[in-house]
């Protein structure tokens, strides 16, 4: 079987560490984070991750700029424009998830939720 693999972003360190830590434990999913990036730099950085992954799971808000300016950059890219992007907003945030249907995104979730 194959297995998914996850491109995480999120500023909140605490929020990836507890996601990676799930798939780890429930192996049975069949899901790996395969890359994290706290900031918009360093999601850019990883160009080979960028194109191993399946799924992204972005946040709207990160300290350098926006997840929307990360999921512009996904669906321009040829390479991996079809490939699903969860994203995440709070309560701050929460004005994106409109904005979100706009970039074909493929979920919304908002945050703190449970696994």
Known sequence: MKRIKLFLVDSNKKFLDQVEDVFIQKQAFGIDVIAEAITKNEFFYNKEALK??????????????????????????????????????????????????????????HKPFKF
């Open 52 to 109: 191993n992954a399946d799924i992204f799971v972005i946040s709207a808000s990160l300290p350098d700029g926006t997840g929307i300016e990360l999921v512009e950059y996904i669906k321009e890219n040829d390479v991996i424009k079809d490939k699903p992007i969860i994203f995440t907003i709070d309560k701050q945030t929460r004005k994106y998830a409109s904005i979100a249907t706009e970039y074909d995104i493929q979920k919304v979730m």
